[in-house]
């Protein structure tokens, strides 16, 4: 029989703490619903210290959320312990904590300012608190790859002990290489007298792009869960990825007799989700989800292809959720057509959501020909936050031309009323966005603006993101549309309606028509 990999995921606490990826708790439900679909062992929902939204988005996920193991992270503190093991109470046996502490010299001397004695007693302290407070605690020894081999021993047989049933192993800054890093793995458990009593996990950063390649040679030494994220979202440069372990065990059973619970169907539209929700976008040759992923541009290529599909493909399309049959849907298609492609791209949606959906798909469809996968999946994350918005875009109308001063005239609903205002700019899109600020108060400066075609075509769907900073808080605003300036004006006032401080401005400019 294969042996078993646990897929940790980790797309809700580490992969949001990429710059500006920042998620409310209806985004983080709607993944973490998603993920528990594609069959994650354990979803890493939070950080319930950090803020009491951190703490309601733990706790909502290990309430709602069914099937997989609920985990909280806890620095080694009690306060922080506390506090994690009330967020997941609702998961009941499926509760787990992660507890942390830093073990390598730099950490110690210079972060902690504790003696590797004190660390030992500190972690110990902290399992065994956890432990009694829900079934299952996993401890990581933060920066292992750069802690001395004879301490790490000692400080995993002693949390073992202490009641750790999950011991992390992570290669916190991306330093190690493979060799070096399976090596380290197989010698802990070797040498450690009571590791038959835990699993062994991995959390690899990307720093020097070798977070898959360090996990996979953990696997190979005995490691049996991998924490990752979609995407490869995380902190600096990432985590390991999630669709590429995944596939690569899969793909390559020949070498790796392990199997995981993945639904790989699922892949691509979690992969979406994810994307469209944080405000990355994934990569044209991002491996497995890419757009460019099973993409053949060269003649010999594609003959070879045409011949036979294992000439240039190693995996199918749609063993990832890609899906090589195109149904064209369009204005004249009714509501079980488009529910069924839905759930051909693994979206179940009740009869509310139908018809919500619905709605915005036919304003689309009187708007382009041909409605593509990518187009349903922007549809469908274009309700996430209906309930939130403060501000409307009511109409919008944009101006320019090789001479004339590109000008725009907005009109928004801000908290229930109506205000318009005119402007000009250096472009359409910046006069839109100089009218929006003319009416909308905030503190905010923009850090990204970014378009992306969804789909092929001059009646493409536009998508497009912008991040906002307001002092220590960055957030995203995605829209869609076949117009570029309109799509523009969606996503900036979908971020100005996530930032707490952003009011109507007392005085309005005045609206002169364009």
Known sequence: MSDRLYIFDTTLRDGEQSPGCSMNIDEKMRVAHSLATLGVDIIEAGFPIASPGDFEAVHRIASEVQGPRIAALARAHPKDIERAAEAVKPAGDRARIHTFLATSPIHMEAKLRMTPDQVVERAVESVKQARNSVPEVEFSAEDAGRSDMDFLCRIVEATIAAGASVINIPDTVGYMTPDEFGSRMGELIQRVPNSDQAIFSVHCHNDLGLAVAN???????????????????????????????????RTRSDRYDIETG???????????????????????????????????E??????????????????????????????????????????????TLGVTLDADQLGAVFERFKILADKKKDIFDEDLMVILSGDSEVNMERVKLISLHAASGTKDAPVAAVELEIDGEIHKATAQGDGPVDAAFQAIKSLVESNSTLLLYSV??????????????????????????????TDIVVASAKALIAALNKLPNMHAREVHAQYSGV
């Open 215 to 249: 996990s996979l040679a953990a696997v190979e030494n005995g490691a049996r869960q991998v924490e990752c994220t979609i995407n490869g979202l995380g902190e600096r440069a990432g985590n390991a990825a999630l669709e590429e372990i995944v596939m690569i065990l």
């Open 262 to 296: 993945i639904d790989t169907t699922k892949i691509v539209p979690t992969s979406k989700l994810v994307s469209q929700i944080t405000g990355m976008l994934i990569q044209p040759n991002k491996a497995i989800v890419g757009a460019n992923a099973f993409a053949h």
């Open 298 to 343: 060269s003649g010999i290529h594609q003959d070879g292809v045409l011949k036979h599909k294992k000439t240039y493909e190693i995996i199918t399309p749609e063993s990832v959720g890609w899906n090589t049959n195109r149904m064209v849907l369009g204005k004249h298609s009714g509501r079980a057509a488009l529910k069924s492609r839905y759930e």
């Open 452 to 481: 992306n075609a969804i789909t092929s075509g001059t009646d493409a769907q536009g998508e497009v993101t912008v991040r906002l900073q307001d002092g220590d808080r960055i957030v995203n605003g995605q829209g869609s549309d």
